[in-house]
Nanobody
Framework: QVQLVESGGGLVQAGGSLRLSCAAS????????MGWFRQAPGKERDFVAA????????YYADSVKGRFTISRDNARNTVYLHMNSLKPEDTAVYYC?????????????????WGKGTLVTVSS
């Protein structure tokens, strides 16, 4: 059974940092692009960041550029999201996803595997 399991969420003050992890099992994602999305209460799920299979290419939503960094460790089948300078508007459930067939990162329905999410709450 393929699983993506996110961890590392929690409560942090504005300006603080968190590192999210996404551990994969049941399948090797070393050749797949991986991404992070987030969904704030009452809002749609939005793209946050993505990384190519080798780790050489990264992409970010404008709202997180310069503050968030995505990375991966293919030997551990794990993807990370390092979040710095957090703002209250970053509060959301953060989801990890695998984009096996190269869909647009803005095509939420095109992602092939999803985790169940981890909650990040940023207090002001």
């Amino acid at each position: 059974q393929v699983q993506l399991v996110e961890s590392g969420g929690g409560l942090v003050q504005a300006g603080g940092s968190l590192r999210l992890s996404c551990a994969a099992s049941g399948r090797t994602f070393g050749s797949d692009d991986m991404g992070w999305f987030r969904q704030a209460p009452g809002k749609e799920r939005d793209f946050v960041a993505a990384i190519g299979w080798s780790g050489g290419n990264t992409y970010y939503a404008d709202s997180v550029k310069g503050r968030f960094t995505i990375s991966r460790d293919n030997a551990r089948n794990t993807v990370y999201l390092h979040m710095n300078s957090l703002k209250p508007e970053d509060t959301a459930v953060y989801y990890c996803a695998a984009n096996v067939y190269g869909s647009s990162w803005y095509d939420i329905g095109g992602m092939d595997y999803w985790g169940k999410g981890t909650l990040v709450t940023v207090s002001s």
